[in-house]
T-cell receptor, first 112, second 114 residues
Framework: GQQVMQIPQYQHVQEGEDFTTYCNSSTTLSNIQWYKQRPGGHPVFLIQLVKSGEVKKQKRLTFQFGEAKKNSSLHITATQTTDVGTYFCAGRGSGGYNKLIFGAGTRLAVHP | DAGITQSPRHKVTETGTPVTLRCHQTENHRYMYWYRQDPGHGLRLIHYSYGVKDTDKGEVSDGYSVSRSKTEDFLLTLESATSSQTSVYFC?????????????FGPGTRLTVL
């Protein structure tokens, strides 16, 4: 079945450093979503990418969707302590099963 | 957020007992979902609903059943809880009433099965 792999599992950075998490799907996706979950909290929707090669920015966050629509990345420039949390990608298949499949998440720790 | 509440927020139960978790939304959204979250697995879909009395299975539905007799309530039942069902359970809705758009999540229920 469809799988979404996300790396790294854990990233520890100093405040001000950049951070990137990568997401790869075993099948072509119709769209991909990104969520952030603060410790002890619930997932919060960040963005959805739909088009091949799409790039979207939200302040210091840059999201990309690969040309083949099988991979995606989230890049945070100059991390802040408020960026702490787990970032999940969630891909929606383009075939028979079209429910969201979540990656395992990347936990980001930011040290001042 | 999006008027989603879950109850109870925490529950400890024993193996073999039935457990029902409730998700309540105040905005009459059509689509509702139940996920479980476990370390190393992200969120996995258990069951979902696309309307009153319309439900279907997700990736990990074994051992779970759901019911939706009113638009605002989506119930998840563990008929006979097992230790492998210890998890954090999240309910979600599709705020735009389109399945292919974002989801908003409730605060979660932490369930421990001893």
């Amino acid at each position: 079945g469809q799988q979404v792999m996300q790396i790294p599992q854990y990233q520890h950075v100093q405040e001000g450093e950049d951070f990137t998490t990568y997401c790869n799907s075993s099948t072509t996706l119709s769209n991909i979503q990104w969520y952030k979950q603060r410790p002890g909290g619930h997932p919060v929707f960040l963005i959805q990418l739909v088009k091949s090669g799409e790039v979207k920015k939200q302040k210091r966050l840059t999201f990309q969707f690969g040309e083949a629509k099988k991979n995606s990345s989230l890049h945070i420039t100059a991390t802040q302590t408020t960026d702490v949390g787990t970032y999940f990608c969630a891909g929606r298949g383009s075939g028979g099963y079209n429910k969201l499949i979540f990656g395992a998440g990347t936990r980001l720790a930011v040290h001042p | 957020d999006a008027g989603i509440t879950q109850s109870p927020r925490h529950k400890v139960t024993e193996t073999g007992t039935p457990v029902t978790l409730r998700c309540h939304q105040t905005e009459n959204h059509r689509y509702m979902y139940w996920y479980r979250q476990d370390p190393g697995h992200g969120l996995r879909l258990i069951h979902y609903s696309y309307g009153v009395k319309d439900t279907d299975k997700g990736e990990v539905s074994d051992g779970y059943s759901v019911s939706r007799s009113k638009t605002e309530d989506f119930l998840l039942t563990l008929e006979s809880a097992t230790s492998s069902q210890t998890s954090v359970y999240f309910c979600a809705i599709s705020p735009r009433d389109r399945e292919d758009h974002e989801q908003f999540f409730g605060p979660g229920t932490r369930l421990t099965v001893l």
